[in-house]
């Protein structure tokens, strides 16, 4: 079974510093991963999808990388801002079967 | 693209009690996952569609658990004899093939 973990567990950050975000998995027979957005008592926004043959996805100032064979991935934040503060999960499908698998989340506050 | 949409937002219910939550998922896309978040913890997979058939199911869909997508559009989960151990957040996702997942905003469930 893939296990996904996120570390750290929570961050705290003055507005405006870059910030990055660690994911690993211990499956790398994946098929893509994929970075969310949670705010507190909300449903997941899909930030990025990176495929497995990809190594990195930009989205304004999100940028994701993924290394397959060591089982990482990053989700870098550029100029962090206040409404970044959230929790951050990633996600994982694997190349076999329907699911996705989920880590626990970074907690992330950009303090003003 | 109106996006996935999950009725109702919140349910409180008594132990014992049967509740059945709905979810819309976005138009065209053929793949509709469950998931179960409960607080602190990333999402845990629950069970999987493709159209109208029901392809996987987890361990932790118990028999008081069903869930249903008639006709490959919406689908229902529906709990039976609830109990306290039920309370999560129940997120509902679509997906076209194994492209980017889209996840509603979810139905928190509470049982007193």
């Known amino acids: 079974k893939q296990e996904v973990t996120q570390i750290p567990a929570a961050l705290s950050v003055p507005e405006g510093e870059n910030l990055v975000l660690n994911c690993s998995f211990t499956d790398s027979a994946i098929y893509n991963l994929q970075w969310f957005r949670q705010d507190p008592g909300k449903g997941l926004t899909s930030l990025l999808l990176i495929q497995s043959s990809q190594r990195e996805q930009t989205s304004g100032r999100l940028n994701a990388s993924l290394d397959k064979s060591s089982g990482r991935s990053t989700l870098y934040i550029a100029a962090s801002q206040p409404g970044d503060s959230a929790t951050y999960l990633c996600a994982v499908r694997p190349d076999t079967g329907n699911q996705f698998y989920f880590g626990t989340g970074t907690s992330l506050t950009v303090i003003p | 693209d109106t996006g996935v949409s999950q009725n109702p937002r919140h349910k409180i219910t008594k132990r014992g009690q049967n509740v059945t939550f709905r979810c819309d998922p976005i138009s065209e896309h053929n793949r509709l996952y469950w998931y179960r978040q409960t607080l602190g913890q990333g999402p845990e997979f629950l069970t999987y569609f493709q159209n109208e058939a029901q392809l996987e199911k987890s361990r932790l869909l118990s028999d008081r658990f069903s869930a249903e997508r008639p006709k490959g559009s919406f689908s229902t989960l529906e709990i039976q004899r609830t109990e306290q151990g039920d309370s999560a957040m129940y997120l509902c996702?679509?997906?076209?093939?194994?492209?980017?997942?889209?996840f509603g905003q979810g139905t928190r469930l509470t049982v007193v």
């Open positions: 996702a679509s997906s076209r093939g194994n492209s980017r997942a889209f």
